[in-house]
DNA sequence: GTATGTGCAAATCATTTGCATTCTC
DNA sequence: GAGAATGCAAATGATTTGCACATAC
């Protein structure tokens, strides 16, 4: 079981905020499962558990996890946003098909580098990045 | 005045489709600036211009405009979609403050080289991608 | 004690869709 | 002429918000 309650507990104690065991017990939830997550299906895990949670507090809380860096957006697709958590774990990037919309997963170090540059020319405190690659898969390639 | 009308007329073509000039007109509006651009924009800014072009006729045209590869999506802000055109133009990429929300542009072309093993590997036709880089940005790391 | 968080129901707003009409090929 | 595309109005569905009550600090 990795610490990301902790880091939550440290994130809003600096922001001035409270935690609630409705915000730890969705967290708990997020990092229970390695798979991306959408809040309708998080809403009904949770459900599932008999934990009564709403889905305006799934909502409230998210823009704090990917403030806090422990969470971020994976894509939208669906019309909605789909979330991957990113504490404690490696990371991946996308590989999508612009026809079929398949995602692959890989992983990437080159860009490691790159943040080491950019905060530097920028100034930013830079904490992770996104990469999505798009294309054609075998299949849908030999269609168009 | 680049031919992104004539790859979205060879697209339209080669999947057996209809072009019609309130699609070239879109077409041309969004390469007439170098702006990012979401449909609400888009099509007020058609509307400024007297062009007669509905809300459903973008959303429409936009899915064919993501699979030719003459957009794609920048971001997904203020509860939509931005899209930027790439056919023709220099490709960048975006660092993004967790905080404020603002966003950067830079220039990158260490990934490229990853886009060809990727093809390789996986088997796909590798058309573009997007990196997205976050963190907090000089003013908002201060303060966090 | 006070301001923040929660749940509910209602509101918002981007996007999609049904349909009758028009237009491309 | 048949199948697509358009515009309009209505529907959909994710996300947000107002409000009264509960609760963390």
Redesign the pocket.
Known sequence: MGNEIEVF?EF??KK????????ET?IKEIFASHDHF???ELYLRLKTKKK?????????????LLESGLIQEAY?E????HYEHIYGHEHHCHLRCLKCGKVLEFKEQRVEKLEGKLAEKYDYLVTGHKLEVFGYCPTCKVIT
């Open positions: 507990r809003i104690r001035g905020l409270r935690n609630t065991p409705e915000r969705i959408d809040v309708d009564k949670i709403s889905k305006p507090s799934i909502y409230r809380l998210i823009p704090h939208h669906d019309g909605h946003f």
